[in-house]
């Protein structure tokens, strides 16, 4: 049985920018051009229905019950999660508009970070993306890089720590988090881990691994 997670590396949408969204759009969409901008939005949702279908998929095969989902930028876990999932797939979110779907079907919300790194990490990401121009903004970015870095290191430190203390026995997590992030050297060697590389039948083929014994719990 033992305890299973499988890692989905993820592409933020703009959706998911908050207020943040408009500018970080605006600039992209200057620096690339409209058309490739549009084509790399596209990009993303063609991930995200590709995710959406192996997650459907999954939950077929597994006891939603026995799922523990792990978000990054997940801040709390329980009923405060919930609320986050609910809230951001209102605003057309498909990461989470997945996560609600899952929650509906008695998947259980984690906590995943720390809510003082993500404060730290948006704070600074609010000031060089709020520069009055783009020099304005080089500078600031060279500024902040390595607090960025080492930020980024301790997220991926503090994920892995939430993974290992609250993954139960014989469930299986599921962990959307960004593809630059990397926790797998901080999880513990109990944890069976594979890290979704977009082949649906490979991934599929590892959560039917040993899946009877778990749905017979």
Not at 79 to 99: D, F
Not at 106 to 132: H, M, V
Request: proline share 3%.
């Amino acid at each position: 049985m033992g305890k299973k997670l499988l890692i989905i590396p993820i592409i933020h949408s703009e959706e998911e920018l908050g207020s943040l969204k408009d500018r970080i759009s605006g600039i992209k969409e200057e620096k690339l051009g409209s058309e490739v901008h549009k084509k790399q939005i596209e990009e993303v949702h063609k991930l995200w229905r590709d995710i959406a279908g192996t997650i459907s998929e999954i939950m077929q095969i597994i006891k939603p019950e026995k799922i523990q989902i792990f978000q990054d930028g997940m801040p709390a876990g329980g009923e405060t999660g919930e609320k986050i999932v609910r809230e951001c797939a209102a605003n057309r979110s498909i990461n989470y508009v997945i996560l609600a779907e899952m929650i509906n079907s008695g998947a259980e919300i984690e906590q995943t970070e720390s809510p003082q790194y993500l404060k730290e990490e948006y704070d600074i990401i609010r000031e060089i993306f709020s520069a009055k121009s783009p020099e304005e903004q080089n500078k600031l970015s060279l500024k902040y890089r390595e607090k960025l870095h080492g930020l980024g290191i301790n997220r991926d430190r503090f994920i892995a720590e939430r993974i290992n203390s609250s993954l139960k026995e014989g469930y299986t997590g599921i962990l959307f988090i960004g593809a630059t992030h990397n926790i797998t050297p901080g999880l513990s060697d109990e944890i069976n881990y594979y890290i979704y590389n977009y082949d649906r039948r490979a991934a599929i083929h590892w959560i039917n691994d040993g899946v009877d014994n778990q749905n017979n719990l």
